[in-house]
């Protein structure tokens, strides 16, 4: 097995460079950093020609600039914000907490809504409560989340204060991350947005999943011996349904660490979507760099834990 | 019994009244703006109000309000941000010898008077500016301001060693003398009329003073953490905390010149867009908002049974239509040489001037102002110096006559084609006006092309939009972006020639961007030698009466050679709450320029 994962580890590194490669280059080619000083007046030419040569970018695109960017990365060193010119590093570190308290939470609350309405789900097929579940998982899964998040602002933020009812705040007040409550009622309407969404997709998978493993002969068997009900869901069906939907989680915690955009951005969550997007749009190759460095490195990272967790989980598959 | 408690009652009631009058002042009076330090001429009185004041560990206080930010600043010195977001920032910390007001009239700050020849502040030659501070001022944390500190600012933006964004105006100083502490004497190697832009701050100005006690010595400033977040400020209110992606808070500097601001503390708050950022005014989460735009205003409007109110200023801010002019000759000068060489011939058709005059009066531009725009007339301007003094007021805009512009096109050759599209020769090629107007993806510019598009359809012109994402559509040249390349035929934008008319640097022969000149930033791609001499006289002389004459001339030019369309004026526009009272906002410096004077009800 260690064999196994050294040669992951070595192609993983090779995917990292193929995806950081062409991240540059697309970053490159979609904005240019010097954009921003196309209009100010009482630039010269020297000047502009002055602020190209110290922002690196007088130097030829590949390999120059990318093989600078990657020599400092491989030291633990993602350069300078071409704007703030602040360590890259520590405006991740910056940012980071605040997007897995988030991402986090929500993650939470999907995959225990998800386990419950799925399991509901199919135990009870085609019932009210199935058809009910079905129903508003497809609001939830159409539903753009921007527009969930901006009519949750409307009415629990604006329309509850105006009516003068408990409300929750629109995110654009000023408050202490460090006091808990004040973190609590933050996190009500963007988790809830997030939930929303993310439970519809999770919950019809698990359903699928269940009501496949309710049909094998081994569940029959177990009903046959004459075990309960809830034994033979939660004993034997239940165990086996939720191994693909491990899988999926598994897959999906790297990206926890990118932060959710549109959520963050609507509900002005200071977190890694938000540094990524407001980054990106001005050509800050640095940063975008960055965070998708962070990201793609968790992805990798993760698809091998959870490849080495299937051993684990199922002693049926060897790695090598 | 009950007579004798009541009597009690009485004897403390007196007691305490007695007490409370022998005792300290009440909150309300101790909370009034203490006597300025700076207000005392006695040397024994020349001391910082709080010596030992550190912004961090500062209370905020009550007065507090909160403004909503679309953009979180990159850094907060103005000597190394190009951000509007940042410059306001930086108006609110830092401190420069003047400032702009709501007039756009140039008054003093740190300092004590505007140099001017009558008072002796500019030298005969106009070489020499002499600038006094106010005597006693103090940065925030207690150490005075002084001379050394304006001669410290210039070399740190001329000191290889640093990367400002622009070193223009600065590198025309030769020295500057500071024969004492409230004296700089600056000398110019050659005339530089736009002087009062240096040691100022505002969206087009070199930025504030630095802190040479913190600052001297030091390299890569760019990099440095106190000018990305100052610890220290000369303006009303310094840096308590910054919470990056979140908050900025800044408190009341009792150092500062005028004393104790009006409020105590001012957040601002980054929200990501201005639908977030209405919906936090709504909620009553922020009390100001800064820089919507025009296609706010019915949104703010419809606020106003909530308490919101609007605010619409007009700027010499101009959003404008123009031709691509370039020529791949270039312009041969009467000694034989060469200038203003483009990569690419702009449409052929556009050199004359009754095509450009067509398009002009082929626009019904005051029916976008007022339809789309929902501005009023004021933003319909005849000339890309709008709302300011050197305005030429003598100009009226175009008016739309497609009945004109269909005349002047059908005489200048270009008939209409059976598919409705003009076509003709020009200099001897085929040509038809199926022409490309390129700009950014804002909405607003979406709906600009639109109406465009319809109205110059009327007079056989085909318009294609091109919308393209901002960081592309301003591009450099060496990234291929279609502006300096010269790969358009028509765009849009906006920018602004203020606080100094001088906009040279857009118009010469020496700044159409080609191979050899990557870096120009003449867009239009014009070359006319006229234009350049007229220009040149802009900055002959730094007397601002001489100056607006040639000001007027080169704008009578511009109009009558119709070298461009200036579309409208844009417009500052906020929204703010009932508790917010909200000084008048300047022209030239935005809203930033007096918040010593923001106050809440």
Redesign the interface.
Known sequence: MWAYIVRRLVQALFILFIITLLTFLLTHYSSDPMAQYATKQGMTAADREALRHSLGLDQPVFPNQYFKWLGLALQGNLGLSFFSKQPVLLMIQQRLPMTLILMGTAEVFIIGISLVLGLVAAVKQYSFTDNLITSLSFVGYSMPIFFIALGCIEIFAVEFKLWGLPYLPTGADIWNPKDPIQMARHLVLPVFCLVAIQTAGYSRFLRSSILEVLGLDYVRTARAKGLSNRSVLFKHALRNAVLPFVTIIGLDIPFLLGGALVTESVFSWPGMGRLFWEYAERGDYPVVLGVLLLTSSAVVLFTIIVDVAYTVVDPRIRLD | MNRKLYALLAVLVLASMVLAACGPSTPAETAAPPATAASSSSSAACAPTDPNFNPAAADVGTKVI?I?YE??P??LTGE????SFAVWIDQIIGGGLGKWNDKNEFIPELATEIPSADNGGVSADGLTITWHLKPCIFWSDGQPITSKDIAFTWKAQMDPGN?P?????WDKIASIDTPDDQTAVIHFSALYP?WP?LFTNGP?N?GQLLPAHLLEGKTGL??DPE??QPTVSAGPFAIKEW?????L?LVANPNYYEGHPKLDAI?I?????P???L??L?????DLMVNLAESDIESVKALEP?GIHLRVDGTPDFEHLFFNLGTTAGVTLPDGTVVGKSDVDGFCPFKDVNVRKAIMLGIDRLSFIKNYLKEDEKAFIATLWPNQTYTNTSLTPYPYDPDQANKLLDAAGYPVGADGIRAGTCDGKPVKFSLGIETTTAQRRVDNVLAIQADLKKIGIEIKPNHI????????Y??G?D?PTGKFDMAI??????P?PD?S?NFDCK?VPNKD?P???N?YHLCDPKLDAMFEQGLASVDPAARKVAYDAIQQYMYDNVLNIPLYARANVYGYNDRFVFPPSSGFSGWAWDTFNFDVK
């Open positions: 909160t909503a953009q979180e990159d850094n190394y941000s190009n951000m990367a964004i622009s070193r223009s105006g736009p832009t087009n070199g760019e990099k000018i990305h919470v990056p992606g979140d908050h808070t957040q708050k980054f929200v990501p867009d639908e977030a950022g919906a936090a709504k909620a009553g989460d922020v909530n994402p901002a960081g592309t559509f301003f591009g450099s060496t990234e972006a502006m934008y906006t920018t602004g020639f203020y100094d906009s640097s700044d000149n870096s120009g930033a867009n």
